[in-house]
């Protein structure tokens, strides 16, 4: 489409304009740890790249506000930075958009339900940070075609993505088993869903999360189930760009943050509580009612103290977005923490 | 001679008109290149900074992706090169059949429009001003989901009487097992051609002589039509047929076309016959009354005033805007991207810019081609163009 290459142009025109300026930014400031910060802080909010819309992930409302588990990670970081969740600007981006939008520096961050792959992280230039979501990848039918397991897909036309990770692993996953599937591939997740409501396509394909999130644009999603079965393993989080370790690390420690205060029982409603009368040396480091976490990173004493008050600790944006709080009513699953079975396994804040 | 007077006396060179002309013209020429080049430089090294891949290397690589509608040999394991090929054999495909469709689809359309007939000239007027405007983006999403929910699920699938199903994955036709005996379909047609226009060349000669008309156009249609489809009805009984047939989800085996293609096909051509057929129009009527009515009192019928006389003069008007409307088509071609067409832009900036990174590489890639295509588009219609035209006056 002609639109596609026209904002493909546009992304590489930003490149060739703001590239200069933020290497230039860079070495203005040698003093400060993480250029990026420097530049977030000055411009007064953080840009994020989003997903361009699925209940649960990154969903904006009638009034413009966005909501999800990947919002959730962006409104951390800006409450960590300035203490104020709601300074963040939403960039809305495409499947085929995302890294160009990430790469010329339109954006500081991308919390897009991302694959983190081989070739993403070296050839691309990108680093994932830290992984806030484990899933892997199946299939949404309709309940009258009977459909059990991923294998009885034989001969069925799937809808996706062009260039999604979905599309390669569906590609793979049937031809190494010899069975035939007709891929159809779109411009955008929603034209893809689309065409499976119109039944043009058998079935849609993505993680377990996106699938919980698209099913509920489907006309009639109680027609609909999707496969228990996963024929890939999808670990997603947000991505930055190579070069700013600094920056890296405050994404990672706000993330580790949330579950270090889930890992704790430091929730929104008992933060304030928590800091002054906590007796856990890491709770209380986290916090800032000791040491100077905070300013190491380039930030405030409160980074998570205000990060927890007004977004929550890790299990209550999952709750609140995909979980049980919510419509997709997703299983923690993989994403429980360790102590109760999960994989949530964080590094230790000293 | 002011200019050789002005090489003898170099001072006075600069109040030369011409030499101030060529010195404006080669400061802005060097101009646009030392722009183009900052851009390129800056483009370059800001890609080593960020640590992001460069270069034409991945063109080589296996491409992971699979396509299904393939005019050319292509699986998984072929090359993104390949995948290219594929797609820039879709965008061909359909671009072809899209200009046959728009072409004859907008002749009849315009000249409808300057009928008598009261009810083809108010239904040819009502389809310019309904189509034309109308977003391209939406048309195309109006006819795939025209085509995609008009036609019944596989399991509803409409029988060809036998030969075949339709249904909303697509029209399945049988397909022969051996293709060679169908070469004999276009050295078929290649002879129609050449036949007709050696009977062309006789009838002429014939009616110069004895001034009797000859039906060149039937005849020759008859040969060009005729002479392939009695080749491929020969071809068809020469080879044994893989006939398609329901099974599982879907129709199993024959050759398939997905309604993708039908869509954007009739979304293209029906989109650019309301452009033709104002063209069409607007050359018919650049013909004087004169030319008509000379034609008339020399006795020809209106059909024959239309083809000999209006026509051919028409032509000549018609042309250079038609190239453009084919060069729009071509282009458009590309909105196949949101309706799953397989072409280069869904499959190249779609599937393989985002598997490997490489975005200045494939936009530019996919910009050349375009050009390719147009440009070549455009000097056979400017060949076309200066061989039927009037010698000048």
């Known amino acids: ?39 977030v802080k000055a411009r007064g909010h953080l840009e994020c790249g989003v997903h361009t819309g699925i209940p ?18 962006c409104r951390s970081v800006a409450a960590a930075i300035f203490g104020d969740a709601s300074k963040v600007k939403y960039t809305p981006t495409t499947v085929q958009q995302r890294w160009s939008v990430l790469s010329s520096g339109q954006v500081d961050l991308l919390s897009r339900i991302s694959t983190l792959t081989f070739k993403r992280d070296t050839e691309l230039g990108f680093n994932f940070v830290q992984i806030n979501y484990f899933e892997g990848q199946t299939f949404i039918v309709r309940k009258s075609a009977g459909i059990k397991e991923p294998k009885d897909l034989d001969g069925a036309a799937v809808c996706v993505a062009a260039g999604s990770t979905e599309e390669r692993n569906a590609t793979d996953w049937f031809r190494e088993r010899n069975l035939k599937i007709n891929i159809v591939k779109f411009e955008k997740n929603d034209d893809a869903i689309a065409a499976y409501d119109s039944e043009r396509c058998d079935t849609y394909t993505a993680g377990t999360g996106a699938l919980a999130g698209q099913r509920r644009k489907l006309k009639n999603p109680a027609d609909h189930v999707i496969l228990a079965g996963t024929i890939s393993r999808d670990p997603q989080g947000p991505v930055t760009r190579e070069g700013d370790d600094g920056w890296d690390n405050v994404i990672r420690w706000v993330f580790n943050g949330t579950l270090i205060a889930e890992l704790h029982g430091v929730t929104a409603a008992n933060v304030d509580k928590m800091r002054a009368d906590s007796r856990n040396a890491e709770v209380r480091m986290l916090l800032g009612a000791d040491g100077n976490a905070g300013q190491i990173l380039g930030l405030s004493k409160d980074w998570m103290f205000n990060a927890i008050k007004q977004v929550g600790n890790y299990g209550e944006q999952f709750e609140r977005s995909v979980g049980m709080g919510s419509d997709l009513k997703l299983e923690r699953g993989y994403n429980q923490l360790w102590t109760k079975g999960g994989l949530m396994f964080t590094p230790v804040l000293d | 001679m002011p200019f050789t007077d002005s090489i003898l006396r170099p001072g006075r060179l600069l109040h030369d008109g011409r030499v101030r002309g060529w010195l404006a013209q080669l400061a802005i020429a060097l101009g646009v290149l030392g722009l183009v080049w900052y851009f390129v430089d800056n483009a370059g090294q800001n890609l080593a900074r960020s640590g992001v891949a460069t270069g034409f290397d991945f063109m080589g690589a296996r491409s992971g992706v699979d396509i299904d509608f393939k005019l050319i040999e292509y699986g998984p394991d072929s090359s993104y090169a390949r995948l290219l090929l594929v797609g820039i054999a879709n965008t061909l495909f359909v671009s072809a059949f899209g200009i046959v469709l728009a072409t004859v689809l907008g002749f009849a359309v315009g000249i409808g429009r300057l009928s008598q007939n009261w009810l083809l000239q108010g239904f040819s007027t009502i389809y310019v001003e309904a189509v034309r405007n109308v977003p391209l983006l939406l048309f195309v999403l109006l006819w795939y989901y025209l085509v995609i929910r008009g036609l019944p699920a596989p399991r509803q699938s409409i029988d060809l009487f036998g030969a075949g199903f339709v249904n909303n994955r697509g029209v399945f036709l049988p397909s022969p097992v051996a293709g060679a005996p169908f070469y004999a379909v276009p050295a078929a047609f290649a002879a129609g051609v050449l036949a007709t226009l050696v009977l062309r060349r006789w009838a002429r000669a014939r009616q110069d002589a004895t001034g009797r008309p000859f039906p060149v156009f039937e005849a020759g249609l008859a040969l060009v039509a005729g002479l392939p489809l009695l080749a491929a009805v020969v071809a068809a009984l020469a080879t044994p047929w893989n006939w398609p047939a329901l099974r599982g989800f879907g129709v199993r085996g024959g050759v398939a076309v997905i309604p993708e293609f039908l869509a954007l096909l009739a979304a293209l051509g029906t989109y650019t016959a309301a452009f033709i057929a104002e063209i069409v129009r607007g050359g018919i009527l650049s013909v004087t009354r004169g030319q008509r009515e000379a034609a008339a009192a020399l006795g020809l019928s209106r059909r024959q005033v239309l083809r000999l006389v209006v026509l051919p003069q028409a032509m000549r008007v018609i042309i250079p805007p038609l190239t453009s409307q084919y060069v729009n088509l071509v282009k458009n071609s590309s909105y196949a991207a949101v309706i799953a067409y397989p072409e280069i832009v869904s499959v190249f900036v779609g599937s393989a810019l985002n598997n490997t990174g490489r975005a200045v590489e494939i936009i530019a890639i996919t910009l050349a081609i375009y050009l390719a295509i147009n440009v070549s588009v455009s000097l056979l219609m400017t060949w076309y163009s200066a061989r039927t035209a009037t010698a000048a006056r």
């Open chain 1, 1 to 39: 489409m002609r639109s596609m290459m026209t904002k493909l142009a546009a992304a590489t025109l930003a490149a060739l304009v703001a590239g200069p300026i933020a290497g230039w930014a860079q070495t203005a400031s040698p003093g400060a740890k993480s250029a990026t910060l420097a530049q």
């Open chain 1, 56 to 73: 649960g992930w990154s969903f904006p409302n009638d009034k413009g506000e966005w909501s999800g588990l990947d919002v959730d990670l």
